[in-house]
C-alpha cells in the first residue's frame, strides 16, 4: 500500500480518536494509528476497518492492538498491527 499518512495518537483501546481522523482521511490515504504499542486493548476491530475501506483509504497501520482479525482478512484491505486482542 502506498498513500499519504494521516497520523493519530490515542492511548489503547481508544476508538473514538480513530472514529475522528477518519473525518481526515481522504480517499488514497493510509491512517497511521499511534497507541503507544499498548496490545491489551485493541483500538478498532472489522467495523471500523470496513469503515476504512468504504472511505476509500488505502490502508491502516496500528502500533498497538485490532480485534475481529477473522472478519478483517477476509477483506482485500490492508491492516497491519503491532497485536491482536
Known amino acids: 500500500m502506498a498513500g499519504?499518512?494521516?497520523?493519530?495518537?490515542?492511548?489503547?483501546?481508544?476508538?473514538?480518536?480513530?472514529?475522528?481522523a477518519f473525518d481526515f482521511c481522504r480517499p488514497g490515504d493510509?491512517?497511521?494509528?499511534d497507541a503507544g504499542g499498548d496490545?491489551?486493548?485493541?483500538?478498532l476491530g472489522g467495523i471500523?476497518?470496513?469503515g476504512a475501506a468504504m472511505l476509500g483509504l488505502a490502508g491502516l497501520v496500528v502500533d498497538g492492538a485490532i480485534r475481529?482479525?477473522?472478519?478483517?482478512?477476509?477483506?482485500?484491505?490492508?491492516?497491519?498491527?503491532?497485536?491482536?486482542?
Open 4 to 20: 499519504t499518512a494521516v497520523t493519530v495518537r490515542c492511548r489503547g483501546g481508544d476508538n473514538l480518536t480513530t472514529l475522528r
Open 30 to 33: 493510509v491512517l497511521v494509528i
Open 39 to 43: 496490545v491489551t486493548n485493541a483500538v
Open 48 to 50: 471500523m476497518s470496513l
Open 68 to 85: 475481529d482479525v477473522a472478519e478483517i482478512s477476509e477483506r482485500d484491505f490492508p491492516v497491519y498491527a503491532r497485536g491482536v486482542n
